[in-house]
RNA sequence: GGCCCGUUCGUCUAAGGGCUAGGACACCACCCUUUCACGGUGGUGAUACGGGUUCGAAUCCCGUACGGGCUACCA
């Protein structure tokens, strides 16, 4: 290796004299070792002969982290130092400098955590390309790409959850609780329980902890977080609130995410944009056209609209055309969602109201009637 | 390759020398539901391997294997 340690001091002299670009590095000793109490590892130690002597000032005289952490955090009086378990192997650089600038009295308590690991290896954006889940908290751009990368906040996670899921991935309170808000978590945090072993993450579990927060918010902070979330969607706006509600009580417990909410709340505002009539073709016959046609007279001449009057009118009218409601109760879910989802038929039908329904009762009779 | 850290169901984890190794996610079955979910009940499933120490080891020690991290004038 060609430095300072290497040359002789004539011609370091020279070179410096010359104006040749160098850096300033570290000097660390060839024998013994360095040690350190991790608050999560314990005792750790260093052959300090194995330790590179690592850049402090570049030759454009910038400091590299090794430099600026120790001083930042000595200018800051940083009483705990917690980082990622990547920065272990610096850590001997780290405490030789405060040993050296500052005194060991004086440096922080340190703390390497364990990482949160992809399905294989360190957690990379590569892996969240690969098995769909967001690896940022939020949308990132790529400023050389110009690619962007979903956040778990623009894929419909909710902060609380988070939060709630990344405090779970190494440390646990020692009792069964998962669920914990931020201020149970200040609560009930301790470094002592937190793992040295790195966590994989695991998409599946992470949409559960969103589910329970989901399951617990009131409806009226659903509806508040659906709308920034759907900056776009005015369609929310068209409806009234009260209906508004009862839709997103009527869905919620089918939603992990908020972004589930768009695909469940659909048909209520549109039209459905896919009609699965295969569902229902094949057993379709002229006793359920003459059904619908009577259905459609039947609610047309209804003068109160409810859930609970419509499935009684549908009953009725089964009965005595003899055809068993269970036949009849997919093809209405199907005219009226496009699909074998969703909330009860009626409800549905209830907040379509009348005219929506009879229209979308017409539209599939009329179609599967000619084919 | 070298150095460091780690290893309990597929995944997150509990059990800090002593009951049948407990829970959650996922998965499967059944119940509920004339759809899909929710919910309920039950089930499959783990102490990496080999040595020690001990009356007794998932737990302490050593070795092996495997996994991860670092090894930039990045952080």
Known sequence: MRNSLTLSKEEVD?????????????NMPSTGTIAFNDMIRGDVSFDMSTVDDKVLLKADGMPTYHLAVVVDDHLMQISHAFRGEEWL??????IRLWEKLFGRDAMPQWAHLPLI???????????????????????????????????????????????????????????????????????????????????????????????????GKPVQEIILALRSQFESLNSLNSLNSLTLERIVELVRDRCHLLTDFKEQMSYFMEYPKTVDVAAIQPKWNAEKTAFFQALMDRYGAMESWSALELEESFKTLATEQSIKPGELMLPLRIMLVGGKFGPGVFDIADILGKEETIRRIEVLTAQLTNN
């Open 117 to 215: 690991l992809g399905p294989s290896g360190k957690l990379s954006k590569r892996d969240g390309a690969k098995y769909g889940f967001p690896v940022f908290a939020m949308n990132w751009t790529d400023p050389k790409t110009g690619e962007t990368v979903e956040g778990f906040r623009e894929r419909g996670f909710l902060p609380e959850a988070f939060i709630n899921l990344l405090a779970m991935l190494g440390w646990n309170d020692g009792t069964e609780k998962e669920i914990f808000s931020m201020e149970e978590l200040i609560e009930a945090f301790s470094m002592e329980r937190v793992h040295s072993a790195g966590a994989k993450f695991d998409y599946e579990k992470a949409k559960w902890y969103n589910q329970e927060w989901l399951r």
């Open 14 to 26: 020279s070179l410096l004299t010359a104006g040749t670009p160098h850096v300033i590095r570290i």
């Open 89 to 94: 192997p610096s850590a001997p650089v780290h």
